[in-house]
């Protein structure tokens, strides 16, 4: 590929020798959750990730143009590249193919032969050989010069179906794998397509020139990206629901030569950087970083470099043209970020990454590398466009000056102790117990549902927080102003934990933050205003399963002495159905403010019979594009968002 920097590597040389092992695979079915994060949804889409990454790293190495994911009717996943094709020769170790090796025995792959890889999103070279250890079946074919090969698992990774030979096709090289999960282990639950189009679509972004296929059999749809801007592209495509502050994206790569850390001898491997950035009107920070197309969510030295470099330039222009007078006025890092949309990508032959699930990048070389190399594309910028320059500098001031306020609110919230009951907001009904695991938060909407929701709760373990109206929508506030707004920092002072960036998750003064407001298109608009405060300024919250939504019903239905609640429009059909001969009354719920004490805790709030959905956090990225647009300064879409779907929320997949 034109675009791809790497050094082709010639498929010959490509065999059994590039394969190195390190150990067997026993250890993946009794704790899956050491290798794909947890036997849940998550870790089954982590299933699908590990396979369509092996397929990533052929077409980041060259020798890839197209990828190609299938979901089927039955839940089965296809993964179809045009890469060079597994080796299928006898690997001399284990005296069997080299694609069994590869997919039965852990740490078996060409991710170790630095010869086979330049750069490879597979680190621990597990990948594929756990999905097939999860796997109830796993089907291989492999095309080698044009020559088909077939290869079949089950059971967890046994080979039931030996590397046989299948003739010439038409295909000259790649490979195809096909499986289902073994959900004896895995949860159950069905793969979801949403899922796996966002991942699918992230990966185009990030390799500019690859052409990547979706189709879903389920709902014969298909899906087709292809972005030669790459990057460029992706940033205009997360700041199209918000108004931009200047018209051009900053964008720039550029791959170095940089000597190993630490190496005995003058050891020297190439990194490749990629930024892209834009400024926007918003009041929020959207910096997203990669390296080799893993999403690091917690960040790193990649991330570390870039915004050391985006400070470095802004407070250098602003003194060079006498907008700031002392250096003792410097921006901060958190002003220069404000209202910032960017992408960090690295391409690293040898990432290192703080702990097991690869969220914080660490190798030390990586963070003067792309502070330089983003300094002098933004350096250059600046000075080829002066008008948005000062645009941009003007808008920093006015984020200095807004953190400057609302760091006073922000220390109106804080306690010494997050049990300092003397501090707690006064509207507060907290609850006795100080176990923070087993208490819960009800945010409950309107005095009058919070008045029967203290009575009704069982004051031990549930504390409520009535909220008056709607909160503040903080997608469109300055930062002083939601530090002032007094719903607002009720929750802050209640929940214990601080706000972004000062986060002390061991303050947390309850398991469940629990948001309760009416079922109707009002009680959704309150809820999505909640959870965009929780994003933005909250958001360990989601991202550690704190935050859930109460399900309150929309009918009584009562025949004779038996009362039941009916959730849905359905559900009270059925019991209609079920007593076709007697006489029934219903009454609709128009909101939390008509049920009695006994009702709200029998319904709503006693955690045997409730309805609770927890709010996850599958893709920041995602949710951020998901918040600007339904909270955004263009009203109408949330208006026709809300009025369509208010009805049918069941899960709440952020």
């Given at each position: ?7 082709p ?96 025995v ?31 079946w ?42 289902y ?20 679509q992230?990966l ?46 900053v ?17 020297y ?85 703080e702990?097991?699930t ?34 941009i ?8 000056e ?41 945010l ?14 069982s ?11 709607k ?32 986060f ?43 935050v ?55 319904t ?51």
């Open positions: 590929m034109s675009d791809n920097k790497n050094t590597i010639d498929n010959n040389s490509y065999n059994a020798d590039s394969i190195k092992i390190l150990e067997g695979l026993e250890a993946v079915r009794k704790r899956p959750g050491m290798y794909i994060g947890s036997t849940g949804v998550q870790g089954l889409h982590h299933m699908v990730w590990e396979i369509v990454d092996n397929s990533i790293d052929e077409a980041m190495g060259g020798f890839a143009t197209r990828v190609i994911v299938t979901l089927t009717n039955d839940g089965t996943i296809i993964v179809d590249d045009d890469g060079r094709g597994i080796p299928i020769d006898v690997h001399p170790k284990t005296g069997k193919s080299t694609v069994e090796t590869v997919l039965t852990l740490h078996a792959g060409g991710k170790f032969d630095n010869n086979s890889y330049k750069i490879s999103g597979g680190l621990h070279g597990v990948g594929a050989s756990v999905t097939n250890a999860l796997s109830k796993m089907k291989v074919w492999v095309a080698r010069k044009s020559i088909n090969y077939f290869v079949e698992f089950a059971n967890g990774g046994h080979t039931v179906a030996p590397l046989k030979e299948l003739g010439p096709c038409e295909k000259q090289h790649g490979t195809v794998v096909e499986f999960p073994d959900f004896t282990i895995m949860e159950q639950a069905p793969f979801d397509a949403a899922v796996i189009a966002a991942r699918l992230q185009a972004y990030l390799n500019k020139g690859i052409k990547i296929v979706f189709i879903n059999k389920q709902d014969d749809t298909t899906q087709e990206w292809c972005y030669a801007g790459g990057l460029e592209q992706y940033i205009v495509d997360l700041n199209r629901d918000k108004e931009n502050l200047v018209k051009s994206v964008y720039g790569e550029e791959e170095k030569k940089v000597k190993v850390p630490n190496s005995s001898e003058d050891q491997y190439n990194i490749r950087v990629e930024v892209a950035f834009q400024y926007n009107r918003t009041y929020n920070n959207s910096t997203y970083s990669f390296c080799n197309n893993i999403n690091t969510t917690e960040g790193g030295t990649h991330e570390d470099g870039f915004k050391l470099a985006i400070a470095k330039i802004i407070n250098r222009f602003a003194i060079e043209k006498k907008f700031m007078k002392d250096v003792d006025e410097k921006f901060t890092k958190e002003d220069v970020l404000e209202g910032l949309t960017a992408i960090i990508s690295v391409k690293h032959p040898n990432p290192q990454y702990g097991q690869k969220r914080k990048l660490g190798n030390t070389e990586v963070r003067p590398l792309v502070n330089d190399i983003t300094s002098n594309i933004f350096e250059k910028y600046m000075l080829e466009n002066p008008e948005e320059a000062i645009l500098i003007k808008k920093v001031m006015l984020a200095q807004a953190r400057r306020k609302s760091q006073e609110a922000k220390e109106a919230t804080r306690r010494n102790s997050p049990f300092d009951s003397a501090s707690l907001p006064g509207k507060l009904a907290d609850c006795t117990w100080k176990d923070a695991s087993i208490c819960e938060l009800f409950v909407e309107g005095d009058s549902a919070g008045g029967s929701a203290k009575t009704g709760r004051r031990e373990f549930q504390a409520i927080l009535p909220l008056r109206g909160i503040l929508n903080v997608e469109k506030a300055k930062t002083n102003k939601i530090f002032e707004n007094e719903e607002i920092t009720a929750m802050i002072t209640a929940i214990g934990i601080g706000v972004n960036p000062e002390d998750m061991t303050k947390i003064r309850y398991n469940k933050i629990i948001i309760m407001t009416d079922a109707d298109v009002d009680g959704a608009h309150i809820r999505i205003l909640l959870l965009t405060f929780f994003f933005r300024y909250m958001c360990p919250l989601i991202e550690q399963g704190h859930y939504a109460a399900q309150p019903p929309l009918y009584k239905f009562s025949v004779n002495k038996l009362v039941k609640y009916a959730y849905s429009d359905q559900e009270l059909e059925d019991f209609k159905n079920e007593h076709k001969d007697q006489r029934y009354n219903v009454q609709r719920y128009k909101g939390l403010g008509e049920m009695n004490p006994e009702q709200l805790w029998e709503t709030m006693d955690p045997s019979v409730r309805i609770l959905h927890r709010v996850t956090l599958d893709d920041a990225i995602k949710a951020d594009q998901d918040f600007s647009f339904l909270m955004g300064d263009d009203v109408q879409p949330r208006k026709d968002f809300i009025s369509k779907n208010a009805k049918y929320v069941k899960n709440l997949d952020i």
